[in-house]
């Protein structure tokens, strides 16, 4: 520790991957307010380290101007001139690895986050399966800043401050009444989707319920189309896709009662800001350590593993295994409307 002033932490993407590094930064600049994070990451993803004090920012444009190994020459050249004292890889890929290893051969203290592949092997794999909870990816993290002298007490939940919703939000949303409720229909991979015809059922039954107000969140034509048709033009039904850019959604999601998601980003970010969120698991599993920071394990519905037992598949949801294209069908609407409204209470 003696001597670090300056800790370079790298997490290029994925969105829920980079949401999920929040608390262990939270924490870690509450408990040592004299080091300075310099946080590299993806320009887009910013805001969500705005309100962190102690924390710099600094973008990688992988595609652009830091593409290949000279760009990555380029950006290491870049930081260098930041006077980092100490890098932590919370990414472990070759990019991280590559700028890593030029700050380790100028004698700078690094550490790396173990991302358990054999272990997630063994918990995805057909044959022999290996079901058991892995190190959730969060105390991993805490592992590597504990390799660089920097041990983190992460048991004290620490959560931003509510702002006030933004008028640009408002403008969206309406003023605050009754129960505010996220859904989150999509994932990156289509094991992860909750069926569409079941989450109509339950946007049907939540949208029934005057007190009620749900926001729709996705991106892009197909998803924003799906959602118009989730939302039936039902006045407490918004559907907030191409209306609010990332630091107002997170305005918004802050003022959720409770967010529903899939394994994905959107649950990530709701749970960095300390909104409850209930999650729905159909080809990934919380044991391979990806379930969202702080919530309890209740929250998690996963697909009955009686019927699939060679759930779960993957880490991403990206492995179709014949036969269990209907694994998340077993957890019915009125699971998810129970759970929810065990939540709410």
Do not use: C
């Not at 999920?20 to 930064?25: G, H, I, K, R």
């Not at 001139?81 to 051969?105: P, Y």
């Not at 709701?270 to 409850?276: E, I, P, R, S, T």
Request: proline residues 5%.
């Amino acid at each position: 520790m003696s001597g670090i002033k300056n800790i370079l932490v790298i997490r290029l993407s994925a969105m829920g991957d980079v949401a999920m590094t929040v608390p262990v930064l939270r924490a870690f600049v509450a408990q040592y307010p004299q080091v300075k994070i310099t946080v590299l990451s993806k320009a887009f993803f910013k805001p969500f380290f705005d309100d962190i004090p102690n924390i710099t920012f600094y973008a990688a444009d992988v595609s652009g101007k830091h593409k290949g190994f000279l760009g990555l020459f380029k950006l290491y050249n870049e930081l260098k001139e930041l006077r980092i004292d100490a890098v932590a890889d919370l990414h472990n890929v070759l990019r991280s690895k590559i700028i890593t290893k030029l700050f380790a051969v100028a004698g700078k203290r690094t550490a790396t986050t173990d991302k358990a592949r054999e272990e997630k092997k063994a918990l995805t794999r057909a044959e022999n399966k290996i079901f058991r909870q892995l190190t959730p990816i969060v105390e991993r993290h805490l592992h590597t800043f504990e390799k660089l002298g920097f041990p983190i007490d992460i048991t004290q939940l620490i959560f931003p401050e509510k702002k006030q919703l933004l008028p640009d939000v408002t403008a969206v949303s309406g003023n605050k009444t009754g129960k505010w409720i996220g859904i989150a229909p999509f994932a990156q991979h289509e094991g992860k989707v909750y069926p569409h015809d079941l989450m109509q059922q339950v946007i049907d039954i939540l949208a029934e319920r005057p007190d009620y107000r749900l926001f729709l969140f996705g991106g892009g034509k197909e998803e924003t189309a799906l959602l118009e048709q989730f939302s039936q033009n039902r006045s407490n039904v918004v559907v907030t896709a191409g209306k609010l850019k990332l630091q107002q959604e997170l305005n918004l999601i802050s003022h959720l009662d409770l967010m529903l998601s899939m394994d994905s980003g959107n649950a990530h970010m709701a749970a960095m800001l300390g909104v409850k969120v209930i999650t729905l698991w159909g080809a990934t599993h919380p044991y391979a350590g990806f379930a969202p920071f702080g919530q309890p394990q209740s929250y998690m519905l996963t697909a009955n593993r009686e019927k699939y037992p060679l759930l779960p598949t993957s880490v991403y949801g990206n492995k179709i295994v014949e036969g269990y294209e209907d694994a998340m069908r077993t957890i019915t609407p009125k699971m998810v409307i129970d759970k929810i409204d065990e939540v709410l209470l």
